[in-house]
């Protein structure tokens, strides 16, 4: 069974809103996610986060030799929502949240960000 012209007409219509709703929101650019570099403005933003994450990052802590690793999301509203963790000792995954939770960022350059991040504490 093909189509109406009025079905294929409506469907047209409803994809050229939708694209032109994501450009008005600044959705066009693809969602960044750690590691990329082939995007100049994912690099660039990539490297920001980290650096935020550092100068958020206490250098004493009191909970011994551990790491921990979380994924997570940055929002467009620039607020992180953590994905997945792990780490050696619930405290060093404590810590790691603890900055994560600490910090607000600037709104990624796409519909949101994908991230990583390695904590190592002595």
Request: charged share 15%.
């Amino acid at each position: 069974m093909r189509p109406s012209a009025l079905t294929v007409a409506i469907m047209w219509l409803l994809v050229s809103l939708t694209v032109v709703h994501a450009k008005n929101r600044g959705y066009s650019a693809p969602p960044c996610w750690a590691g990329t570099s082939d995007v100049p403005a994912c690099a660039a933003y990539n490297a920001y986060v980290h650096q935020t994450i550092r100068e958020h990052t206490p250098h004493a802590a009191t909970l011994g030799y551990g790491d921990a690793a979380v994924g997570f999301k940055v929002l467009p509203s620039g607020r992180v929502t953590v994905i997945e963790y792990s780490g050696s000792t619930p405290a060093h995954v404590d810590m790691a949240l603890w900055i994560l939770k600490s910090i607000r960022l600037r709104p990624p350059p796409g519909p949101y960000a994908l991230e990583r991040q390695r904590f190592a504490f002595h």
